[in-house]
């Protein structure tokens, strides 16, 4: 009796819950709180409305709209004149509306979505909402899957490269004024007026403050709009959104929260795009519409991210779960709904629901075939500061870790006292990579075996800072980043919001004016937040060297040897982002000569190492290191010269991290 009551009553649930009505065109559905439409003839997501407030705005070609697309496809099967593939944009997909309840006993209804092309690709997407008063938002996946004994025809540069797969979210309404990188980061969105008409300063970015100098935006944050202004590391990445107030003081959130790290590929310093306000319509043109956006990218090479060609050994792989979540409340702060919606990056908190909806989901790893890693009483190199452990592909740098077309990846701050705890990591078989601030190198082990249900505890691991004998110098702190440097980190003072100088526009700087001789850097005097810049530029007509001085006490031994490391943030040829080209410098040298001496040591930085960093706002982008090792016979008693030189006009561009000089 007790039994058939539980029944009747969930039944009568589903029913008033979530409604879900289809028809030729388009699926709609909606719980108590929490609509939206999926249209058949363009796969567009629309008509979000919260408790009837609409937050998306009316759907367009350009606006109003959520999607999922790629730089994925050969020429002749993207989507009108772009390269750019969006799943079912020309009317060719399969939709397929879903219920069900969940192990918790919460209904659940969603979209599935296919298209397939006659070239072997196939994608998939879906959109999931719960009926729960508390879930406002659609937890979303994507697919990709490719499968040709042919490669071609060819894309660019030979092969079929996955160069970008993201969604993107459009809000064509002026609800929302503010968008939210991180807890510390936010700009507000400049209205249409103030970019009317825009002053390209170079591709996605715009001058603001000549023709709107008063607009909050220009006031508060800077005189340029970029995208890539409010863009973020994967790191510390738990929600980013928009936000906004009517008129009569409910305000509202709109975010992206990353509920799992398995497919962020890259790992926790892969920085890429979270949102923008405005965009050329048609794309490309200086036409700026304010459009605010939501992206979440799966793949792509922003700041020299490692991408994947597209090959008959196949290519599948799943995206998410991530969870497109909306909030609201009275007067309510950005702190507050932002804080709220962190909360919801949590993967526990739906594994119930996950683990219900997985067989839905082909590639998608269910929770009940997941374990845990902990890590306690990790002897760490006294200096170590902000120290961070990252599970990866077994055998890859983490920042490859995308070239291994089966890899999850999980990382978390590890305490001062060597500790600290994953929970849902995938099970297999992963490489532990732990670095720090303040500490040269990392620590690595492979072979770190997660079995699903089980904790894999590692114990007794001692990583010592990496050593070529007595520490001459170092400049600047190994942290993967040049932000401790001139326009790094340091707050930019004549901007209310006083946001980090590195995410402006990089032509708001001019190193020939700031160093006309050159960096001359001397060791124990100059200071690196004023006398070394955050990056080199082989600019032709100006002395670009970085010069480093320093005194030593006595000639070192005959038989001694130096060894001077190198570590880069950034190091950036003519091809960007792209790593394969045989343009010229497309690999290209950093050199340094010492003490003037005839043999300069010479280091050609790859191709597929660089990356669009300066001038796209970063300051921590595909990291790279060298070592050079000399006879310790080129220093002399007294005061030593090392100069750093890039080839003069080549447009090349590094961004140092750290620099040590040792001597054994
Ligand atoms: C919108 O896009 C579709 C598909 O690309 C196209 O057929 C249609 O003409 C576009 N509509 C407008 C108003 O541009
Ligand atoms: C926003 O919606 C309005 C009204 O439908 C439409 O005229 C306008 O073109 C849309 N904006 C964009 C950027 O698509
Ligand atoms: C849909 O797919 C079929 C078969 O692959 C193709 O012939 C047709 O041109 C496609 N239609 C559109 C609108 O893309
Ligand atoms: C494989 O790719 C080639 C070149 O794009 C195409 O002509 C062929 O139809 C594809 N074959 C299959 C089975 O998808
Ligand atoms: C991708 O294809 C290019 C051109 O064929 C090749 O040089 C490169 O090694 C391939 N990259 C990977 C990751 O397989
Ligand atoms: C701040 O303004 C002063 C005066 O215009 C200028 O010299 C300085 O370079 C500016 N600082 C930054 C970080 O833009
Ligand atoms: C955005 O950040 C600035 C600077 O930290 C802060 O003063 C402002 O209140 C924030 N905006 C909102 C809407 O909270
Ligand atoms: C910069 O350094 C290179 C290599 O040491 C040297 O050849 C060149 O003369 C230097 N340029 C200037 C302007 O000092
Ligand atoms: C190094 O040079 C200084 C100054 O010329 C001299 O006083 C000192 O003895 C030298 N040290 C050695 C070890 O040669
Ligand atoms: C250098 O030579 C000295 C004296 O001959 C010797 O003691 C020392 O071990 C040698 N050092 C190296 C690194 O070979
Ligand atoms: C190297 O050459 C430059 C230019 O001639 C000179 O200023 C500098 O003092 C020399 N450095 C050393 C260590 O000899
Ligand atoms: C399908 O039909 C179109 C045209 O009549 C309506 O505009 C849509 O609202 C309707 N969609 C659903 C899900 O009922």
């Known amino acids: ?336 709904l932002r804080a709220d919606a962190e909360a919801e990056a949590d993967f526990s908190k739906y594994a119930t629901f996950y683990q219900s909806i997985a067989h839905l989901v082909p590639g998608f790893i269910p929770p009940v075939a997941r374990g845990a890693v902990s890590l306690s009483g990790m002897n760490l190199p006294p200096a170590a500061e902000d120290v961070v452990a990252v599970l990866s592909a077994e055998g890859l740098e983490f920042q490859r870790n995308v070239l291994d077309l089966k890899a999850s990846q999980y990382w978390s701050d590890v305490s001062a006292q060597g500790t600290l705890q994953i929970a849902d990591v995938a099970e297999g078989t992963y490489r532990l990579t732990v670095y720090a601030s303040g500490i040269f190198g990392s620590f690595v082990k492979d072979g770190v075996v997660v079995r699903a249900g089980q904790t894999t505890a590692l114990t007794g691991l001692t990583w010592e800072e990496e050593s070529a004998g007595t520490e001459i110098w170092r400049i600047g702190t190994p942290d993967k980043s040049a932000g401790e440097f001139k326009h790094g980190f340091e707050l930019d003072p004549n901007k209310t919001f006083h946001p980090m100088q590195y995410r402006s526009y990089w032509g708001a700087y001019s190193f020939v004016d700031d160093f006309p001789n050159g960096v001359n850097f001397v060791v124990g005097q100059s200071n690196v937040g004023t006398d070394w810049n955050y990056a080199q530029i082989a600019t032709s007509g100006a002395n670009v060297n970085f010069t480093i001085l320093f005194d030593l006490p006595e000639t070192p031994a005959a038989n001694s040897t130096a060894t001077f490391t190198i570590q880069l943030a950034a190091a950036s040829g003519p091809t960007g982002n792209e790593d394969f080209s045989s343009a010229a410098f497309a690999s290209f040298p950093l050199a340094a000569s010492v003490n003037n001496l005839t043999d300069a040591l010479e280091w050609i930085i790859p191709s597929n190492v660089s990356s669009s960093c300066l001038e796209r706002s970063g300051i921590s982008c595909f990291t790279v290191t060298n070592k050079w090792t000399f006879p310790g016979s080129w220093l002399v008693n007294g005061t030593n010269q090392l100069v750093l030189g890039l080839h003069s006009g080549s447009g090349t561009r590094v961004m140092y991290d750290a620099l040590r000089l040792e001597l054994v």
Request: overall charge negative.
């Open 1 to 336: 009796m007790k039994y058939l009551f539980l029944a009747l009553a969930f039944v009568a649930r589903v029913q008033s819950a979530i409604v879900t009505s289809e028809n030729d065109t388009s699926i709609a559905i909606h719980n108590d709180r929490l609509s939206f439409t999926i249209d058949k003839t363009n796969g567009i997501l629309g008509h979000i409305h919260l408790d009837g407030q609409d937050l998306q705005g009316p759907q367009s070609n350009t606006s109003g709209r959520g999607y999922y697309e790629c730089h994925c496809v050969p020429m002749g099967y993207q989507v009108a004149a772009s390269d750019i593939f969006s799943i079912a944009a020309n009317g060719n997909a399969t939709f397929t509306l879903i219920k069900g309840v969940d192990g918790s006993l919460v209904p659940y209804a969603g979209v599935f979505m296919q298209q397939v092309l006659p070239i072997g690709h196939t994608f998939q997407q879906w959109y999931f909402i719960r009926d729960d008063p508390s879930a406002t938002g659609l937890h979303n996946f994507a697919r990709m899957l490719y499968s040709n004994s042919t490669v071609g025809p060819p894309f660019e540069d030979g092969g079929i490269p996955v160069r970008e797969i993201r969604e993107v979210f459009q809000f064509n309404t002026t609800l929302w004024q503010t968008a939210s990188t991180n807890p510390i980061l936010n700009v507000s969105i400049p209205d249409q007026g103030a970019i009317t008409p825009a002053v390209p300063a170079q591709d996605a970015t715009w001058d603001l403050a000549t023709n709107a100098p008063d607009e909050p935006y220009v006031l508060q944050t800077s005189d340029w709009w970029t995208k890539y202004f409010i863009a973020d590391a994967y790191r510390k990445r738990k929600a980013h959104g928009l936000y906004g107030k009517t008129e009569t003081g409910m305000a509202y959130g709109a975010w992206m929260v990353s509920v799992t790290q398995d497919t962020l590929f890259g790992g926790p310093t892969h920085y890429d795009l979270l949102l923008d306000g405005m965009i050329g319509v048609p794309e490309g043109s200086a036409n700026l519409v304010r459009i605010p956006h939501i992206y979440y990218y799966f793949a792509s090479s922003h700041q020299g991210a490692a991408t994947t060609n597209l090959t008959n050994e196949g290519y599948d792989r799943t995206w998410g779960p991530q969870y497109l979540y909306f909030n609201k409340g009275q007067q309510a702060s950005l702190p507050t």
